[in-house]
């Protein structure tokens, strides 16, 4: 059993920047890992992922803004997030696949003047 949570969200204005954590409770080296995120009202979606070797993968919503990266020997995810709009509003969560699926309970980003 995997437990990850995720840290630094909050609220930022049109243009700034937040850095995203996920920390696991176990090791995750030879995991692939993703940010998801969930806006209100509409389907949680995929944001980025990263393999355990490090190859990343972007959706067009966050490629040349955010970058994931990882750490495992720390067991953690981390997603840096720059230039960011109202519209990556949403709850984000981390997801961790091994055996099974594993989530986050998220953390919550609002971007707003």
């Known amino acids: 059993q995997v437990q990850l949570v995720e840290s630094g969200g909050g609220l930022v204005q049109p243009g700034g920047s937040l850095r995203l954590s996920c920390a696991a409770s176990?090791?995750?080296?030879?995991?692939?890992m993703a940010w998801f995120r969930q806006a209100p009202g509409k389907e949680r979606e995929l944001v980025a992922q990263i393999t355990g070797g490090g190859n990343t993968y972007y959706t067009e919503s966050a490629k040349g803004r955010f970058t994931i990266s990882r750490d495992n020997a720390k067991n953690t995810m981390s997603l840096q997030m720059n230039l960011l709009k109202p519209e990556d509003t949403a709850v984000y969560y981390c997801?961790?696949?091994?055996?099974?699926?594993?989530w986050g309970q998220g953390t919550q980003v609002t971007v707003s003047s």
């Open positions: 176990g090791s995750i080296s030879s995991n692939n």
């Open positions: 997801c961790l696949y091994g055996a099974r699926t594993y």
